[in-house]
Antibody, heavy 118, light 112 residues
Framework: QVQLVQSGVEVKKPGASVKVSCKASGYTFTNYDLTWVRQAPGQGLEWVGWISPDDDDTVYPQKLQGRVTMTADTSTTTGYMELRSLRSDDTAVYYC???????????WGQGTLVIVSS | EIVMTQSPLSLPVTPGEPASISCRSSRSLLHNNGYNYLYWFLQKPGQSPQLLIFLGSNRASGVPDRFSGSGSGTDFTLKISRVEAEDVGVYYCMQGLQSPWTFGQGTKVEVK
């Protein structure tokens, strides 16, 4: 069965960086894309970006351009999302999710809480 | 960016009764391939979001047939024919036509 298992809670200071992992199993890793979505406490969903593990193509929202980098390690079937120059408003649960054809997000990870606080 | 607007933002429901959520986009989500790049997700309390409807009107695998999606262009609707207690949570629409993908504000469905 398809599973996306994410790394644990992170607590960072403003200005630091965080790297969240997403271990995929139960499917052929390079046949599907990965996307990342975040949710600030008590708020709605915000798209963070997309990566194709097959060719490492990425798309990021302009709002996060220059601060976010997504990578994929095909040898370990793991996706990563790194966010730099953290601010307090980056505090959120970060979800990875699988994307199939026509941009259908069909499986989600359990989420990783990132807390940015001095 | 495409702005997604849901209504209502809060929806008290009675089990067994129907419910409906509206989602409007600031530009048409109808691609020239005939697909509407509109999706519906449900986030149950304490859980990750789950896919309900894709490409406007297609139920995801395992989703009960009491859920249906309709609409085209800029106006879309999610309907629950008979609400059950397990349907409580926050419902989100999302557009995948254009980057950045954007979500509606969410509609909180709770049992009266």
């Amino acid at each position: 069965q398809v599973q996306l298992v994410q790394s644990g809670v992170e607590v960072k200071k403003p200005g630091a960086s965080v790297k969240v992992s997403c271990k995929a199993s139960g499917y052929t890793f390079t046949n599907y894309d990965l996307t990342w979505v975040r949710q600030a406490p008590g708020q709605g969903l915000e798209w963070v970006g997309w990566i194709s593990p097959d060719d490492d193509d990425t798309v990021y929202p302009q709002k996060l351009q220059g601060r976010v980098t997504m990578t994929a390690d095909t040898s370990t079937t793991t996706g990563y999302m790194e966010l730099r120059s953290l601010r307090s408003d980056d505090t959120a649960v970060y979800y990875c999710a699988r994307v199939r054809s026509e941009w259908i997000i069909d499986y989600w990870g359990q989420g990783t809480l990132v807390i940015v606080s001095s | 960016e495409i702005v997604m607007t849901q209504s209502p933002l809060s929806l008290p429901v009675t089990p067994g009764e129907p419910a409906s959520i509206s989602c409007r986009s600031s530009r048409s989500l109808l691609h020239n391939n005939g697909y509407n790049y509109l999706y519906w997700f449900l986030q149950k309390p304490g859980q990750s979001p789950q896919l309900l409807i894709f490409l406007g009107s297609n139920r995801a695998s395992g989703v009960p047939d009491r859920f249906s999606g309709s609409g085209s262009g800029t106006d879309f609707t999610l309907k629950i024919s008979r609400v059950e207690a397990e349907d409580v949570g926050v419902y989100y629409c999302m557009q995948g036509l254009q980057s950045p993908w954007t979500f509606g504000q969410g509609t909180k469905v709770e049992v009266k």
